[in-house]
């Protein structure tokens, strides 16, 4: 049974608009999975670290134009509960209201301008505006595999976007490896082929590599799902 879903709206501002826009076209994926990144990284991956207040600054401290067009897409109920709390508390200490489609959008503009992965990972360079991705194909242990795709089911996210962030992660160091993970175990000698989209600065980067894209691409994704307790997420 797949999670359950609302049809929602939301605005956005026209540097929000350019952003969705671009990394959808370099990552060959919908918007919606872009949004939904997004707000795995502020639900999931870093949860407890970006709070009502940090939120509430950034609209003080902000010019946000959202435009007047409305757009819809599918939000898990999870989500949309934890953003309509998130709302409450931002507009108790800001003592002002915002509609709900307002909101999602006041909240990408934050995730984009003080979260998201081109600034916390300075990797301008890998999303370059309308550059076309390159398709790729990785052997993954089967259970790996398994795993990525229960993250991906669990929360509408997109196997391209998780791997290139898996890639491209500060705290996992810069590629290959920031020291050769002695912890790391993989538990299936079973190979399953996945094909992604990557930016094709960062494929040229992995093909530079003296190791394989595949061994690379393991090893990393190991240690993401430990760092960010996701190994056992299911779908």
């Given at each position: 049974?797949?999670?359950?879903t609302?049809?929602?709206?939301?605005?956005?501002?026209?540097?929000?608009?350019?952003k969705?826009?671009?990394?959808?076209?370099?990552?060959k994926?919908?918007?919606?999975k872009?949004?939904?990144?997004?707000?795995?990284?502020?639900?999931?991956?870093?949860?407890?670290?970006?709070?009502?207040?940090?939120v509430a600054?950034?609209?003080?401290?902000?010019?946000?134009?959202?435009?007047?067009?409305?757009?819809?897409?599918h939000?898990?109920?999870?989500?949309?509960?934890?953003?309509i709390?998130?709302?409450?508390?931002v507009?108790a200490?800001?003592y002002?209201?915002?509609?709900d489609?307002?909101?999602?959008?006041?909240?990408?503009?934050?995730y984009?301008?003080?979260?998201?992965?081109?600034?916390?990972k300075k990797?301008?360079?890998?999303?370059?505006?309308?550059?076309?991705?390159?398709?790729?194909g990785?052997?993954?242990?089967?259970?790996?595999?398994?795993?990525?795709?229960?993250?991906?089911?669990?929360?509408?996210?997109?196997?391209?976007?998780i791997i290139?962030?898996?890639?491209?992660?500060?705290?996992?160091?810069?590629?290959?490896?920031?020291?050769f993970?002695?912890?790391?175990?993989?538990d299936?000698?079973?190979?399953?082929?996945?094909?992604?989209?990557?930016?094709?600065t960062?494929?040229?980067?992995?093909?530079?590599?003296?190791?394989?894209n595949?061994?690379?691409?393991?090893?990393?994704?190991?240690?993401?799902l430990?760092?960010?307790?996701?190994?056992?997420?299911?779908?």
């Open positions: 049974m797949g999670v359950p609302k049809i929602t709206s939301y605005k956005l501002t026209l540097k929000t608009k350019r969705l826009e671009q990394y959808a076209t370099n990552l994926t919908s918007k919606a872009i949004i939904n990144y997004a707000l795995f990284e502020i639900f999931v991956k870093y949860i407890g670290k970006i709070d009502a207040a940090a600054t950034y609209i003080k401290d902000t010019s946000l134009n959202l435009k007047p067009d409305s757009y819809t897409f939000l898990s109920v999870d989500y949309y509960e934890r953003i709390q998130l709302k409450k508390e507009q200490i800001n002002s209201e915002y509609h489609n307002e909101f999602i959008g006041i909240l990408l503009s934050f984009f301008d003080k979260v998201a992965i081109f600034r916390k990797v301008n360079e890998y999303l370059i505006k309308d550059q076309q991705p390159s398709q790729i990785l052997y993954l242990n089967k259970k790996l595999k398994d795993k990525i795709n229960s993250i991906c089911n669990r929360y509408q996210l997109n196997a391209g976007v290139f962030d898996i890639l491209t992660d500060i705290y996992l160091g810069k590629l290959p490896f920031g020291h993970p002695k912890d790391v175990v993989i299936s000698e079973e190979k399953d082929r996945i094909i992604i989209f990557l930016p094709p960062l494929h040229q980067q992995l093909k530079n590599l003296p190791l394989s595949s061994f690379v691409t393991e090893i990393r994704a190991e240690q993401y430990k760092k960010f307790n996701l190994s056992t997420i299911k779908g």
